[in-house]
Antibody, heavy 121, light 106 residues
Framework: EVQLLGSGGGLVQPGGSLSLSCAAS????????MSWVRQGPGQGLEWVAA????????WYADSVKVRFTISRDNSKNTLFLHMDSLRVDDTAMYYC??????????????WGQGILVTVSS | IVLTQSPGTLSLSPGERATLSCRAS???????LAWYQHKPGQAPRLLIY???TRATGIPDRFSGSGSETDFTLTINRLEPEDFAVYYC????????FGQGTKVEIK
């Protein structure tokens, strides 16, 4: 059974940094692309970042480019999102999502339970 | 690609049919369109991919159709557990989500 267990959320001040983790099990992680998707308060789903199966390429939404970094450690089946220069509008529930394949195009066939990030002074 | 979902909210009773629309600002190649169900406090769940293929374990009351710029998710005979927010997503190029349609109990 595929499981994605997120951790690392919390309260951070504007301008601060935070790192999220997503521990994967039930599949061979280095065969699949992974992404982070977020949902702000009262808002819809927003794709944030994606990383290739091997971890050698990454893509970002314009809203987080330069500030966020996605990475993965396939030896530990773990996905990461490091967030710098956080803004109030980064407040959201963050979901890790497993791609259906290791290469594009892929949809998200499994999702983690969500990690709450609150950016506030 | 911008995805526009309609209506914003659909108020229906259990047993009724729900018809949700997702319109793309440009043609979506090869039907790279997915639908997800999202309930409060839960992870989103994949329902449909390739515009019309049900994901593993999804009941056959859920069906997807459409091509190019116009896509539809139909839920026949709504069950109590189907009341949720539904999102479409283009995954061929932009990974864009629509803004969602809430299906609520009337």
């Amino acid at each position: 059974e595929v499981q994605l267990l997120g951790s690392g959320g919390g309260l951070v001040q504007p301008g601060g940094s935070l790192s999220l983790s997503c521990a994967a099990s039930g599949f061979t992680s280095n065969n699949y692309a992974m992404s982070w998707v977020r949902q702000g308060p009262g808002q819809g789903l927003e794709w944030v970042a994606a990383i290739a199966a091997g971890g050698f390429a990454a893509w970002y939404a314009d809203s987080v480019k330069v500030r966020f970094t996605i990475s993965r450690d396939n030896s530990k089946n773990t996905l990461f999102l490091h967030m710098d220069s956080l803004r109030v509008d980064d407040t959201a529930m963050y979901y890790c999502a497993k791609g259906s394949t290791g290469h594009r195009p892929y949809y998200f066939d499994h999702w983690g339970q969500g990690i709450l990030v609150t950016v506030s002074s | 690609i911008v995805l526009t979902q309609s209506p914003g909210t659909l108020s229906l009773s259990p047993g009724e049919r729900a018809t949700l629309s997702c319109r793309a600002s440009q043609s979506i190649s090869s039907g790279y369109l997915a639908w997800y169900q999202h309930k409060p406090g839960q992870a989103p769940r994949l329902l449909i991919y390739g515009a019309s293929t049900r994901a593993t374990g999804i009941p056959d009351r859920f069906s997807g159709s459409g091509s190019e710029t116009d896509f539809t998710l139909t839920i026949n005979r709504l069950e109590p557990e189907d009341f949720a927010v539904y999102y479409c997503q283009e995954y061929g190029s932009s990974r864009t989500f629509g803004q969602g349609t809430k299906v609520e109990i009337k």
